[in-house]
């Protein structure tokens, strides 16, 4: 069954009738730009088909029903917000939490879901999207997808704990259908990229999950707000490469080479969205694979696995780049693959690292999808 259905399914199984709205919020897949957004620089995601999907009602009183298919039933009180340890239901709360709590209407709901936990898909960043929705609609506010993204992004920065930027709160709320988006992450500004019809973007699942990612990716955001005070900037988005190199002489080595990794990165960035723009894949590929390089060498936050699936896909027929994806240490790679190629692609990919590792991984092809939307009210 799908994930719609399985909310729905679940929703009049324990709270009787039908929902009166269901509402979808996709996973992202980052296709370059990575480890850029908190340093007010640019990303290029886009939004997949995996989703989470919600069914739901709103109630006549402040109490928060939400049930997760697989993962058992949470209640809690919109006038008594507290922290807890349920892991998922937390992101609701929390957005609950940043959304200001008091003009908030309670609800009763189904959470189910396809986007896999843990993989650096954004599962996180989708239930806190779909909350803000959830909560917007039922207490009868405004929807601003960018308003949305803040709130989902402070609930993860400030109830969850979490030092994210804004770039997986924002695709998921903002993409556009059939596009990726190039985002300045100092203003925002999101800019459609089509793909080429010849080319699939292919998600490749390692099978291993992130261990210790939250304090590696803080220490790297400080690593990064250290040296942009010490190039006396505001962020590291606004300095050059030849910025970077004055700063090896006052910086110690591991800043240097983070510095180096996201002042190119957004250089990169920015490039490979205008040959994406102008059908140049291979030049975009390329640039997928310096990507990697930095990540793995400069900003070290790859993984043997992921080097692994890297290098077992760029050398396939048909790949035009691959680079890990998200914040890195397990988790997925993305591939950007010849179409017509794509079946051999993932058979070989999977055989091959199933081979080297015992471990399966899967293989997800994904258009971009739209951002958060309600389908059913
Ligand atoms: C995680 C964070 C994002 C971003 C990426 C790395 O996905 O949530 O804000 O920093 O890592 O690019």
């Known amino acids: 069954m799908n994930a719609r259905d399985a909310a729905i399914e679940d929703f009049s199984a324990r709270y009787g009738g039908d929902p009166e709205t269901v509402l979808r919020a996709p996973g992202r897949v980052n296709l370059i730009g990575e480890h850029t957004d908190y340093n007010d620089g640019f990303v290029l995601p886009m939004a ?14 402040r109490l928060v029903r939400l049930s997760s298919v697989g993962n058992g039933q949470v209640d809690f009180d919109l006038d008594a917000l507290v922290p807890d340890t349920d892991d998922w239901a937390e992101y609701v709360k929390g957005v609950a939490w940043a959304m200001g709590g008091s003009d908030l209407v309670g609800w009763e709901g189904s959470i189910a879901s396809d986007i896999p936990i843990g993989a650096g898909l954004s599962s996180s960043a989708a239930i806190e999207i779909a909350a803000t929705l959830a909560f917007a609609t039922v207490s009868d506010q405004h ?74 990716y803080e220490d790297r955001r400080k690593s990064c707000e250290l ?59 390329t640039l997928m694979a310096e990507s990697h390089r930095s990540l793995r060498d400069d900003f070290e936050v790859s993984s043997e696995a992921l080097d692994l699936i890297v290098d077992i896909a760029s050398g396939l027929e048909g790949c035009l780049g691959a680079r890990m994806t998200g914040a890195g240490f397990g988790g997925c790679a ?29 293989a997800y092809v994904s258009m971009p999808v739209a951002g958060a939307g309600i389908s059913r009210q």
């Open 334 to 362: 993305v591939a950007l693959v010849a179409e017509s190629t794509v079946p051999a692609f993932v058979d070989e990919v999977i055989a091959s690292y199933e081979d080297t590792t015992g471990l399966t991984p899967s």
């Open 143 to 216: 929807w601003d997808p960018v308003t949305a993204a803040r709130t989902s992004q402070r609930a993860e920065n400030e109830w969850m704990g979490m030092p994210c930027g804004i770039m997986d709160q924002l695709i998921i709320a903002a993409a556009a259908e059939g596009r990726a988006s190039l985002i300045d992450c100092r203003t925002l500004d999101m800019t459609p990229v089509r793909l080429p019809d010849d080319v699939a973007v292919v998600i490749l699942d390692t099978a291993t999950r992130r261990q210790l990612v939250e304090s590696e």
């Open 48 to 61: 997949i088909d995996q989703a989470i999907w919600v069914a739901l009602r709103k109630r006549d009183d």
């Open 227 to 285: 040296a942009a005070g010490t190039a006396g900037v505001p962020a590291l988005r606004d300095l050059s490469i030849d910025d970077v190199a004055q700063l090896s002489s006052i910086v110690d080595e591991t800043t240097f080479r983070r510095t180096r990794h996201v002042v190119s990165e957004n250089a990169r960035t920015i490039e490979a969205a205008a040959a994406l723009d102008r059908g140049d894949t291979a030049r975009f590929g």
